[in-house]
Nanobody, 115 residues
């Protein structure tokens, strides 16, 4: 079993920055893709960013420019740097990691952006 735990969420003013972290632990074989999703109240969960084991990243067009995903393979950790935050970025942010054909989700971390 793989455990995935996010951290770094919180309350920030519009225009501010936050850095989220997500670490995997447990019976890890080989984590390949890592990613971040978010879900705002009353909305569907949407992808924020993903990164392959080789470091190739992908963002939806709506997320490009303000968010940067990175990873530390030695620590089984993925990061999400969020800049120029807007109130509409308020959501629960979830981390997902793929290992041996299975996806593991974290419990989520709340990000609230105030005006």
């Amino acid at each position: 079993q793989v455990q995935v735990v996010e951290s770094g969420g919180g309350l920030v003013q519009a225009g501010g920055s936050l850095r989220l972290s997500c670490a995997a632990s447990g019976s890890i074989f080989s984590i390949n893709a890592m990613g971040w999703y978010r879900q705002a109240p009353g909305k569907l969960r949407e992808m924020v960013a993903e990164i392959t084991s080789r470091g190739s990243s992908n963002y939806p067009d709506s997320m490009k420019g303000r968010f940067t995903i990175s990873r530390d393979n030695a620590k089984n950790t993925v990061y999400l740097q969020m800049n120029s935050l807007k109130p509409e970025d308020t959501a629960v942010y979830f981390c997902i990691m793929g290992d041996s054909g299975l996806d593991y989700w974290g419990q989520g971390t709340q990000v609230t952006v105030s005006t």
